[in-house]
């Protein structure tokens, strides 16, 4: 692996960073750690790929419900636009709670999954971004 030892790094943080956020991103050891240092626009790109789809159900009462199929998380609304905004602020405070408690959270099997939808939410940081993320199909009852 292409990997800059972490003690170069301190010595040439400011050129390291440069060369981060203009070039390509960076690679470190650290002891026996390794790490990758990058821009936010590429980490963008990277998570580009993860989409948050919800299964759409339509409720007796005529409201509709969303479910999540990538994070376990349901929002009831009268309409699927303001249950869709709902759910983009559900994700959004899941996402802040999760990294909260990171170690924890990133350690169990079930939740270990939704670290990249994770990062994608806390790095839209704005649940009307979210809200545009969010693909409804229809459920199945």
């Known amino acids: 692996m292409l990997t800059v030892n972490a003690t170069d790094v301190r010595k040439n943080w400011s050129a390291v960073s440069d060369s981060v956020i203009r070039e390509r991103p960076s690679f470190i050891k650290r002891t026996r750690d390794y790490m990758m240092l990058s821009n936010i626009e590429l980490m963008q790109d990277i998570l580009s790929v993860y989409n948050f789809t919800a299964n759409r159900y339509t409720e007796s009462d005529g409201s509709i419900t969303l479910s999540l199929n990538e994070i376990d998380l349901v929002e009831n609304a ?21 990294y909260e408690d990171y170690k924890y959270w990133s350690s169990s099997p079930e939740r270990k999954g939704h670290i990249p939808y994770i990062i994608k939410a806390i790095i839209l940081d704005d649940s009307e971004r979210i809200g545009e993320c969010i693909q409804c199909q229809d459920g199945k009852n």
């Open 78 to 98: 009268e309409t699927e636009a303001l249950a869709k905004e709902k759910l983009a602020s559900a994700i959004l405070e899941y996402s802040h709670d999760f």
